[in-house]
């Protein structure tokens, strides 16, 4: 069924576990994950930026979210929206049936404008309390997304405040983690602790320093009851950037969060962890083979199970990986 992001968070936090949050668009994506959760019997987290919303329309979306719960009676499923800039955009997915939001106040509405702490606090709070009201959950944002590699924070995009940032100043400090959650009371909490999204994280293999997992230690002490997020978390595997260039793509050389991190990560409290881009990776790689191999092909399907096959694949290793296999 679908349930609240708390009642999949708080087993997590009791088992030691964490959950992959996978991102989808479509329904092939949506049937890798559940497909990937009923071969691992793990429960799961799908979620849909806005740009998702609007790709594949709030009814497709919800209905295939009910599909998928019709079709998986036993599992548990989180309909997640990611990434919410607004107030109206969380109010909108939970009238869609979201049964958790997120409420990226770390932004302003546009979605990358660094916000202070003061609008933050206000915009959050005022979504936990549509929120609560309907038993959705919400996970809120503290600090900047962003390498600490390239030393600025994503929302720049490179420009703007790039120089103007320490990376101390672009983590989230654990006092001001204490009084958010307290002032705001969300359910979870996204850090920024130097990932950032996309598929170009690192420009050399991490040396197992790239991340400050102090700070995770340290605002996981702070509030040892508060779930945590981490963010651009996809590993961006070599062999996914591998069958891509393999078949006809241009994909520079990178490097992605180690699985390992993320294990660590889990030990101290992160119980979300958000992955997009491999899934990406892993269905385009499968859809540029056949289409290398096979140019007389032309129906789609030719092309969309493999593609389904090799995101289930992702999400299946990554629901070992976090522990979250087993616990449905
Ligand atoms: O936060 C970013 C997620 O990977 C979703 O990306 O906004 O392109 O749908 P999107
Ligand atoms: P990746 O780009 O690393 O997959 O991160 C996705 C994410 O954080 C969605 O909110
Ligand atoms: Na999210
Ligand atoms: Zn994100």
Same mark, same amino acid.
Request: glycine share 8%; charged share 20%.
């Given at each position: ?6 009642? !999949? ?8 576990? +964490? ?21 691992? %019997? ?17 009814? &497709? ?56 702490? %003061? &609008? ?25 997304l +962003?390498?600490?590699?390239? +030393? ?8 703007? #405040? ?28 996204? !850090?920024?602790?130097?990932t950032s999204h996309?598929?170009?994280k690192?420009?050399?293999? /991490? %040396? ?9 230690? #340290?605002?996981?002490?702070?509030? /040892? ?6 963010h651009g978390s996809?590993? !961006? ?9 393999? &078949?006809?793509?241009?994909? /520079?050389?990178?490097?992605?969060v /180690? ?15 958000n ?14 083979? !056949? ?7 032309? %129906? ?6 493999? #593609? ?21």
């Amino acid at each position: 069924p679908l349930v609240s992001l708390r009642v !999949v968070l708080d087993h997590a936090a009791e088992n030691n576990y +964490g959950v992959a949050a996978f991102n989808v668009n479509n329904m092939e994506q949506i049937q890798s994950i559940m497909e990937a959760a009923a071969e691992t %019997d793990s429960p799961v987290i799908i979620q849909a930026s806005r740009g998702a919303r609007s790709y594949s329309q709030d009814a &497709y979306l919800r209905h295939l979210m009910l599909a998928a719960a019709e079709l998986y009676p036993n599992i548990p499923i989180v309909m997640h929206q990611d990434h919410g800039n607004s107030v109206a955009t969380c109010l909108s997915a939970i009238d869609n049936g979201f049964t958790s939001v997120m409420m990226d106040g770390s932004l302003k509405e546009d979605g990358k404008t660094p916000a202070d702490f %003061d &609008y933050n606090v206000q915009v959050t709070k005022d979504v936990v309390k549509l929120a609560h009201a309907r038993n959705v959950g919400v996970e809120g944002e503290l600090g900047c997304l +962003g390498s600490l590699e390239s +030393g600025h924070g994503e929302a720049e995009d490179g420009h703007g #405040a790039e120089g103007q940032l320490s990376h101390d100043q672009l983590l989230t400090d654990p006092d001001e983690a204490a009084q958010f959650v307290a002032a705001t009371g969300v359910d979870a909490l996204a !850090v920024a602790i130097g990932t950032s999204h996309g598929a170009y994280k690192f420009t050399k293999k /991490p %040396d197992g320093s790239v991340l400050a997992m102090d700070r995770i230690e #340290a605002i996981h002490k702070k509030l /040892p009851n508060t779930h945590l997020v981490m963010h651009g978390s996809s590993s !961006v595997p070599q062999e996914l950037q591998d069958i891509i260039n393999k &078949y006809g793509g241009k994909m /520079p050389q990178t490097w992605g969060v /180690p699985v390992e991190e993320i294990q660590r990560g889990i030990k101290n409290g992160v119980r979300k962890i958000n992955v997009d881009t491999d899934c990406r990776m892993a269905i385009t790689g499968a859809i540029r083979k !056949v289409l290398t191999e096979s140019p007389d092909k032309f %129906d789609p399907r030719d092309y969309l199970k493999p #593609a389904r096959t090799a995101m289930k694949e992702v999400c299946k290793a990554r629901m070992v990986q976090f522990g979250q296999a087993g616990n449905a």
